[in-house]
C-alpha cells in the first residue's frame, strides 16, 4: 500500500534563499540610512602634494619685486609756445644745470616785445617833455615873481612917499588913492603867484610821479616779456642724465606741454608693485631689505600710491642705510618687507589649493592616509611660504596643498 509523502515548507534551499535576501535589505536599508553619501574622487598619490601642519614661528613678511629708480625726476614743460628750431642735446645725456637743450621759436612775441619797447620809448618821452615844461613853468613864475618884487618894491616907495604928501595937502587925495591901489594890486599879485606856484609845484610832482611809476611797470612788463623770449631756450634746471626728449625740429609745442625728463643720477630709491591683499596693512615706516653684492641693504617706505590697477599697488622705498654703488635704473631686487612682528602659530605651507579654495577648506588625510576629507578651516596672516592657522587644524595633521582644480564638487578623496 501506497504511502502518501508530504512537501516540506521550508527547505535548506529556500532557507538559503531567503537569508540571502534578508541580508541584500539590511545592507540596502543600512546604506540608505548610515551609509557615506558624500561624492568621491580617486587621485592618485603621485599627483598631489601632501604637507604636514606644524607649529613654529610665524615670520609676518613678504617677497616681493622692487626696481631702482631715480630718487627725483625733472619734468621739462614749456613755458612758451613755439616751433622747434634746434634740439642742441639728445635723450640719454648727462647734463650740467643751465645747459641749453633745446630752443623754440616764436615770432608773435618777437612782435610784442617790439610794441612794448616803443611804448615804452613814447612813454619815456612824455616824462621827458612834462619835465621840461615844468622846468620852464618854473622859470616863467621865478620870473613873474622877480618883476612883481620889483613892481612892489617900486609902488611901495611912491606909495608912502604920496602918502607923506598928502598928510601934507601937497597933492590931492585922488592922486594919493590911485598909488595906493597900484602897491595892493602888486602885494595881491604876488600871493596870486605864490599860491600858483605851490599848485603848480603839487600837480607836477603828482602828474611826473605817475608818469614814473608807469615808466618802471612798462619797464618791468618788457622784462617779463623778454624773460619769456629766453624761456624760449630750454634749459636743464638740475644736473643728472636727460632721459626723454618729446621734440623734433619744426614741430610745434603749446605752453605747458611735456618737452623732456631729466633723473637725477646721484641717488635712487626703489619702487614696487604689492598684491592689494595686503593694501590695509601696508604703511609710511615699514622696513624692508635685500641682498646685494654680499651685503644686505636696509629700506623703508616713504610714500604709498593709492591707485589700485590690475589688482595692485605701488610704494616708493628709500635707503635707511648707506646706498650700494653702482647702482642703475631699471635694476630689480627680491625685497623682504616686513609687515608685523614674529609669533608662534599653527604653520600650513602654501600651495595651490589656496586658489581653490581662497583658504575656506583643505583635505585632510586620515591617519592611515587612505582618503583625505575636506575640512573647513580659518587662515589669518600668510608670507612666502606659510600660512597662519586661525581654526580647523592640529599640529601634525597632513594635508593636500596642491590644486584642487580637477577635484570638482567631491568632499572625499580616495588615495590610489
Same mark, same amino acid.
Request: aromatic residues 10%.
Given at each position: 500500500?501506497?504511502?502518501?509523502?508530504?512537501?516540506?515548507?521550508?527547505?535548506?534551499?529556500?532557507? @538559503?534563499?531567503?537569508?540571502?535576501?534578508?541580508?541584500?535589505?539590511?545592507?540596502? /536599508?543600512?546604506?540608505?540610512?548610515?551609509?557615506?553619501?558624500?561624492?568621491?574622487?580617486?587621485?592618485?598619490?603621485?599627483?598631489?602634494? @601632501?604637507?604636514? =601642519?606644524?607649529?613654529?614661528?610665524?615670520?609676518?613678511?613678504?617677497?616681493?619685486?622692487?626696481? =631702482?629708480?631715480?630718487?627725483?625726476?625733472?619734468?621739462?614743460?614749456?613755458?612758451?609756445?613755439?616751433?622747434?628750431?634746434?634740439?642742441? @642735446?639728445?635723450?640719454?645725456?648727462?647734463?650740467?644745470?643751465?645747459?641749453?637743450? /633745446?630752443?623754440?621759436?616764436?615770432?608773435?612775441?618777437?612782435?610784442?616785445?617790439?610794441?612794448?619797447?616803443?611804448?615804452?620809448?613814447?612813454?619815456?618821452?612824455?616824462?621827458?617833455?612834462?619835465?621840461?615844461?615844468?622846468?620852464?613853468?618854473?622859470?616863467?613864475?621865478?620870473?613873474?615873481?622877480?618883476?612883481?618884487?620889483?613892481?612892489?618894491?617900486?609902488?611901495?616907495?611912491?606909495?608912502?612917499?604920496?602918502?607923506?604928501?598928502?598928510?601934507?595937502?601937497? @597933492?590931492?587925495?585922488?592922486?594919493?588913492?590911485?598909488?595906493?591901489?597900484?602897491?595892493?594890486?602888486?602885494?595881491?599879485?604876488?600871493?596870486?603867484?605864490?599860491?600858483?606856484?605851490?599848485?603848480?609845484?603839487?600837480?607836477?610832482?603828482?602828474?611826473?610821479?605817475?608818469?614814473?611809476?608807469?615808466?618802471?611797470?612798462?619797464?618791468?612788463? %618788457?622784462?617779463?616779456?623778454?624773460?619769456?623770449?629766453?624761456?624760449?631756450?630750454?634749459?636743464?634746471?638740475?644736473?643728472?642724465?636727460?632721459?626723454?626728449?618729446?621734440?623734433? =625740429?619744426?614741430?610745434?609745442?603749446?605752453?605747458?606741454?611735456?618737452?623732456?625728463?631729466?633723473?637725477?643720477?646721484?641717488?635712487?630709491?626703489?619702487?614696487?608693485?604689492?598684491?592689494?591683499?595686503?593694501?590695509?596693512?601696508?604703511?609710511?615706516?615699514?622696513?624692508?631689505?635685500?641682498?646685494?653684492?654680499?651685503?644686505?641693504?636696509?629700506?623703508?617706505?616713504?610714500?604709498?600710491?593709492?591707485?589700485?590697477?590690475?589688482?595692485?599697488?605701488?610704494?616708493?622705498?628709500?635707503?635707511?642705510?648707506?646706498?650700494?654703488?653702482?647702482?642703475?635704473?631699471?635694476?630689480?631686487?627680491?625685497?623682504?618687507?616686513?609687515?608685523?612682528?614674529?609669533?608662534?602659530?599653527? /604653520?600650513?605651507?602654501?600651495?595651490?589649493?589656496?586658489?581653490?579654495?581662497?583658504?575656506?577648506?583643505?583635505?585632510?588625510?586620515?591617519?592611515?592616509?587612505?582618503?583625505?576629507?575636506?575640512?573647513?578651516?580659518?587662515?589669518?596672516?600668510?608670507?612666502?611660504?606659510?600660512?597662519?592657522?586661525?581654526?580647523?587644524?592640529?599640529?601634525?595633521?597632513?594635508?593636500?596643498?596642491?590644486?584642487?582644480?580637477?577635484?570638482?564638487?567631491?568632499?572625499? %578623496?580616495?588615495?590610489?
Amino acid at each position: 500500500m501506497d504511502r502518501k509523502i508530504e512537501k516540506k515548507k521550508w527547505t535548506t534551499q529556500k532557507l @538559503i534563499w531567503i537569508s540571502l535576501g534578508v541580508i541584500f535589505i539590511a545592507v540596502v /536599508l543600512y546604506t540608505t540610512i548610515w551609509g557615506d553619501h558624500r561624492s568621491k574622487f580617486n587621485v592618485q598619490r603621485e599627483r598631489i602634494s @601632501i604637507e604636514t =601642519v606644524t607649529e613654529g614661528n610665524f615670520q609676518d613678511y613678504i617677497t616681493v619685486t622692487g626696481t =631702482v629708480v631715480p630718487s627725483r625726476t625733472v619734468y621739462l614743460d614749456a613755458l612758451e609756445g613755439g616751433y622747434v628750431e634746434e634740439v642742441l @642735446i639728445e635723450e640719454g645725456s648727462i647734463v650740467k644745470k643751465g645747459d641749453i637743450i /633745446l630752443r623754440l621759436s616764436n615770432a608773435n612775441l618777437y612782435l610784442s616785445i617790439m610794441n612794448q619797447e616803443a611804448d615804452l620809448a613814447d612813454q619815456m618821452n612824455n616824462l621827458r617833455s612834462t619835465r621840461l615844461s615844468m622846468e620852464q613853468n618854473k622859470l616863467n613864475l621865478k620870473q613873474q615873481l622877480m618883476d612883481v618884487n620889483y613892481q612892489l618894491v617900486t609902488q611901495e616907495r611912491d606909495y608912502l612917499s604920496k602918502k607923506e604928501l598928502f598928510e601934507k595937502d601937497f @597933492i590931492s587925495r585922488e592922486e594919493y588913492l590911485k598909488s595906493q591901489e597900484t602897491y595892493d594890486y602888486y602885494v595881491n599879485y604876488k600871493d596870486l603867484l605864490l599860491e600858483s606856484q605851490a599848485t603848480d609845484s603839487l600837480f607836477r610832482a603828482v602828474q611826473i610821479e605817475q608818469l614814473e611809476n608807469s615808466v618802471i611797470n612798462m619797464g618791468k612788463n %618788457l622784462d617779463m616779456v623778454r624773460e619769456k623770449l629766453e624761456s624760449l631756450n630750454l634749459r636743464a634746471p638740475i644736473d643728472g642724465q636727460l632721459v626723454a626728449v618729446n621734440a623734433e =625740429v619744426g614741430e610745434a609745442k603749446s605752453a605747458g606741454q611735456r618737452l623732456g625728463e631729466i633723473n637725477v643720477t646721484d641717488s635712487f630709491k626703489i619702487n614696487m608693485e604689492i598684491d592689494e591683499h595686503y593694501i590695509s596693512r601696508t604703511h609710511r615706516e615699514l622696513v624692508g631689505e635685500f641682498d646685494f653684492a654680499g651685503s644686505t641693504f636696509q629700506l623703508e617706505i616713504t610714500k604709498i600710491y593709492p591707485e589700485v590697477q590690475n589688482g595692485r599697488f605701488s610704494v616708493d622705498l628709500e635707503f635707511s642705510s648707506e646706498q650700494p654703488a653702482n647702482l642703475r635704473t631699471g635694476q630689480t631686487f627680491r625685497i623682504k618687507l616686513e609687515l608685523g612682528e614674529s609669533s608662534e602659530a599653527l /604653520l600650513l605651507p602654501r600651495g595651490g589649493f589656496y586658489q581653490s579654495t581662497g583658504g575656506q577648506y583643505i583635505f585632510v588625510l586620515s591617519a592611515d592616509e587612505s582618503y583625505a576629507e575636506k575640512r573647513d578651516i580659518r587662515l589669518g596672516r600668510m608670507n612666502p611660504r606659510y600660512y597662519e592657522v586661525l581654526e580647523g587644524l592640529s599640529a601634525g595633521e597632513k594635508v593636500i596643498v596642491s590644486s584642487y582644480a580637477n577635484f570638482g564638487e567631491a568632499d572625499k %578623496l580616495i588615495m590610489k
